[in-house]
């Protein structure tokens, strides 16, 4: 049978050959597919810009549905949903501002590097690795910038350890 392409963006698959791939990537139903998914990972300040740009959809707020759908230069937001977007804007915004408040002012990430990279070069000299380890853990608990910390769904191997250390459970077995 061959090999075949599968396309992520429009549910699709077809025999995997150099024209169909290419006459596949530069269609318009894949265009639009691939925006599609794009802008589902669009800010709101950004999708705020673009409907304020664009002119109301007459056949949509007449009707409330357009021939067009998705793909309409017009915009199908009413004005109470535009009112809404700019408030969500907004207090997305004070919250950004918010946090970057409560973050160690005038500190920044290049800062700490460096100064982290100083103390683990002035430990790395003595080659003492109990004050190496002793150092890490203080550096842990107090020097670790809070910008870092506040990054939501950090993946478990760039969270910081846990005050205590990790747990380590003697009864699994390996293999």
Same mark, same amino acid.
């Given at each position: 049978m061959g090999k075949r392409y599968y396309c992520d963006y429009c549910d699709r698959s077809f025999q995997d050959n150099m024209h169909n791939r290419k006459k596949h990537l530069n269609g318009? =139903?894949?265009? /639009? #597919? *691939? +925006? #599609?998914?794009?802008d589902n990972f669009r800010d709101s #300040? #950004? &999708? !705020?810009?673009d409907e304020q740009e664009k002119k109301p959809c007459r056949k949509f707020l =007449? *009707? @409330? &549905?357009?021939d067009f759908g998705f793909n309409c230069r017009f915009s199908h937001m009413t004005e109470e949903e535009l009112f809404n977007l700019k408030r969500q804007v907004e207090d997305e915004r004070q919250h950004r501002e918010d946090s970057e408040d409560r973050i160690m002012p005038g500190r920044s990430i290049e800062e700490w590097l460096s100064r982290r990279e *100083?103390? /683990?070069?002035? !430990? @790395?000299?003595?080659g003492d690795l +109990?004050?190496?380890e002793d150092s890490e853990e203080s550096q842990a608990e107090n020097g670790i910038l809070q910008q870092l910390l506040s990054i939501p769904d950090l993946p478990p191997s760039l969270q910081p350890p846990p005050p205590g250390g990790w747990k380590v459970n003697m009864n699994t077995e390996w293999g």
């Open positions: 318009v =139903q894949h265009h /639009r #597919a *691939k +925006k #599609a998914w794009f #300040a #950004a &999708i !705020l810009n =007449q *009707k @409330g &549905i357009c *100083k103390k /683990r070069a002035a !430990l @790395g000299s003595k +109990k004050n190496e």
